[in-house]
Nanobody
Framework: QVQLVESGGGLVQPGGSLRLSCAAS????????MGWYRQAPGKQRELVAV???????IYGDSVKGRFTVSRDYAPNTVYLQMNNLKPEDTAVYYC?????????WGQGTQVTVSS
């Protein structure tokens, strides 16, 4: 059974930082692209950051230079370090896993950036 369990969301002031974690189980982690998407109220889900199987990273334009995605293999976890957060970063953040032929999503974690 595939499980993607996110943690680390919360309320932060503009300019602050948060680190999201996603613990993955039930998938071939080393053969999966892993990363994060987000969805704000009334908007479509959008790419935040993805680590490809080859090891390259893809970032959404609005987060480049502020967010960093990384992964560990013991345990199988993907992280999203978010710095210099802005109110427009407020959204539900979803962990994403893409092993060959499938796509999986976590349940989402809320990030709110507000003073």
């Amino acid at each position: 059974q595939v499980q993607l369990v996110e943690s680390g969301g919360g309320l932060v002031q503009p300019g602050g930082s948060l680190r999201l974690s996603c613990a993955a189980s039930g998938i071939a982690f080393s053969r999966s692209a892993m990363g994060w998407y987000r969805q704000a109220p009334g908007k479509q889900r959008e790419l935040v950051a993805v680590l490809t199987v080859a090891g390259s990273t893809i970032y959404g334009d609005s987060v480049k230079g502020r967010f960093t995605v990384s992964r560990d293999y013991a345990p199988n976890t993907v992280y999203l370090q978010m710095n210099n957060l802005k109110p427009e970063d407020t959204a539900v953040y979803y962990c994403y896993a893409h092993p060959p032929a499938y796509t999986y999503w976590g349940q989402g974690t809320q990030v709110t950036v507000s003073s």
